[in-house]
């Protein structure tokens, strides 16, 4: 059986060819607005600042370095392809620093993003609801503990 658990977290995003999640943090990157309940976490891209959207209009570059607040930690991602749509979306793909089996595919159709965030503690799954706020649900029953 599959158990699911989901929490707030407002955040906004940073974008760093060189900086990892402290300098992220100083430099106003994501920043948590609630903390997260048990292991799972929703994420939303509300307009915070000029970055808080960046990801769902342009995705880091392929080598482009960003961080995620994860419940487990801070990731530090490194993208490794963007592939881009004639309706303007795009799919993106990226590997955590520390651990190449960490593994994130995300996917922005129509202004909607969605895709699977994969950690030591499961996967995540990342979709859009009505108001626009990114969702990642984790899953997970085959990582116990």
Known sequence: ????????????????????????????????????????VALSPAAVNAHALSLQQTPPAVGARWSIPLPEGWTDWRTTSVSYQDDGGFRWQGKALDNDAHQA???????????????????????????GSLLLTLDDSLYPG
């Open 1 to 40: 059986m599959s158990f699911f658990r989901t929490a707030i977290v407002s955040i906004t995003l940073f974008v760093s060819a060189l900086g990892g999640a402290s300098s992220a943090l100083a430099a106003g990157g994501w920043e948590l607005q609630s903390a997260p309940l048990g292991r799972a």
């Open 105 to 131: 595919v995300l996917v922005s159709h129509r202004g909607a993003l969605s895709g699977v965030i994969w950690t030591r503690h499961g996967h995540y799954e990342v979709a859009s609801d009505a108001e």
